[in-house]
């Protein structure tokens, strides 16, 4: 008995995935794909097209699969097309033009065996949101008014619910978040930036300012202050050349050892870092954050 046309897009969708697995992992179908497989895969996807596909959306594939409709079932033909280019195949249309007369399906056309139902809306590529994220920077933050920092954080959030969110996102939420004095949420969005990016010493950096939760150093607890330096040093370890982080470290020494009587094992030099002016809207924000005065530690 032939097979209707919703049964064969779906055999299509299986076909798919079964040539992405067998290129993934040749030994290991992709209806038993696992945690660890996924995240695999989307590592991978992401280092070839320099898109991402979030985790949720691979799992509702890989239960689509398998048949588990789950509550709805959606997808975005841009999500198929980016996966497309993994298997070397410059769309999911692609893909199908190309095979359907090995599966037998050559009375339909390409566009009809497109798994039909799914979400349309158009997809909104890394590309794009990074491109977006660059219109905020420490400079411009400077000069919001309130109501445009709520604005920008608004249209950050909203952005956060996209599967291709990625960690310039959630820094920019901290940062923003910081700004207005929200400093659990600050600390929350950016050890997510962290997770998804381990590497940016921004991300330390701005994690180290939100944990004084509005406090000057000495007004903190020992146990604040160590956890505060370890992501000062991680974020001088990965770059050690910029002088806002051994300013932050030499405020730290002071205002908090040397208030205090003590000797900061991770700091002995009794003098503030040559400052220039390399980032002066950062250096404002760094003295704003803590709470001290700019002018007494050294003169423009």
Known sequence: ??????????????????????????????????ERDINRLIEQLQEKTKE??????????????????????????????????????????????????????EKYQAEELIL??????????????????????????????QKEIIE??????????????????FFWLGVLFLSQNQYE????????????????????????????????????KMNEIKEIQTSLKTAIRINIKKEKYHCL???ITQDYFRRSGLDDPDNSSNNLPIITQEEPNELERLFSTLGLSKDNYFKN
């Open 185 to 220: 949420e600050a600390i929350m969005y950016l050890k997510e930036s962290i997770k998804i990016n381990p590497i940016d010493d921004e991300y330390h950096y701005n994690l180290a300012l939100a944990m004084f939760k509005g406090k000057r150093p000495f007004r903190l």
């Open 52 to 105: 991402k596909i979030g985790r949720t959306t691979i799992v509702n594939y890989r239960d689509r699969y398998n048949k588990k409709e789950g509550e709805k079932f959606t997808y975005l033909k841009s999500y198929l097309d980016i996966l497309a280019q993994y298997i070397d195949y410059s769309s999911y249309k692609n893909f199908i033009k190309e095979n359907k007369a090995f599966w037998g399906l």
């Open 249 to 251: 470290k030499h405020l």
């Open 1 to 34: 008995m032939a097979k209707s046309l919703s049964e064969s897009q779906f055999d299509v969708f299986v076909y798919f995935f079964d040539a992405i697995a067998k290129k993934h992992t040749p030994n290991k179908s992709f209806k038993d794909y696992i």
């Open 116 to 145: 039909s139902g799914g979400n349309k809306k158009k997809h909104k590529s890394s590309t794009d949101e990074k491109r977006y994220c660059k219109k905020l920077s420490y400079k411009k933050l400077s000069g919001l008014t």
């Open 152 to 169: 920008y954080t608004q249209s950050f959030l909203s952005q956060t619910k996209s599967e291709s969110s990625n960690d310039k996102v």
